[in-house]
């Protein structure tokens, strides 16, 4: 594939986590961590350079449960309510979705890209 067009997409996958994770209520600092990229790309991810591998798999992750919780939740508001909401159950053990990612890396993204698929899937 075209290098070109790979940077193209990543920094377009880029900007709708940027997007998704402002509203998700997380702050800049909290983006830049999560995504493991400058305060100054999330600024400016047009001008970013190429994204690293491990870069574009968070976005991707990121992408992906964005995805699963448009498709359990009709309205966007309960998308923000649910990534921020403490709980119970396992794998976040009174910890919320946002909670698990800033702490646990990619396994956290995993863990709650796993967890709403098994909520769609009914396990």
């Known amino acids: 594939?075209?290098?070109?067009?790979?940077?193209?997409?990543?920094?377009a996958g880029l900007r709708a986590v940027i997007n998704i994770m402002t509203k998700?209520?997380?702050?800049?600092?909290d983006q830049a961590e999560i995504l493991r990229v400058s305060p100054e790309m999330l600024k400016s991810p047009?001008?970013?350079g190429g994204l690293s591998t491990d870069q574009l798999e968070r976005i991707s992750y990121l992408l992906n449960?964005?995805?699963?919780?448009?498709?359990?939740?009709?309205?966007?508001?309960?998308?923000?309510l649910?990534?921020?909401?403490r709980n119970q159950n396992p794998p976040f053990n009174g910890r919320s979705p946002l909670e698990l990612i800033q702490n646990g890396g990619k396994a956290g993204l995993d863990e709650v890209f796993r967890h709403l698929e098994a909520i769609k899937y009914g396990q």
């Open 1 to 11: 594939m075209n290098e070109h067009w790979m940077d193209e997409r990543g920094r």
């Open 24 to 29: 998700w209520q997380l702050g800049e600092k």
């Open 46 to 48: 047009d001008i970013a």
């Open 65 to 80: 449960i964005h995805a699963e919780l448009r498709e359990l939740f009709q309205n966007p508001e309960n998308h923000g």
């Open 82 to 85: 649910y990534m921020n909401s």
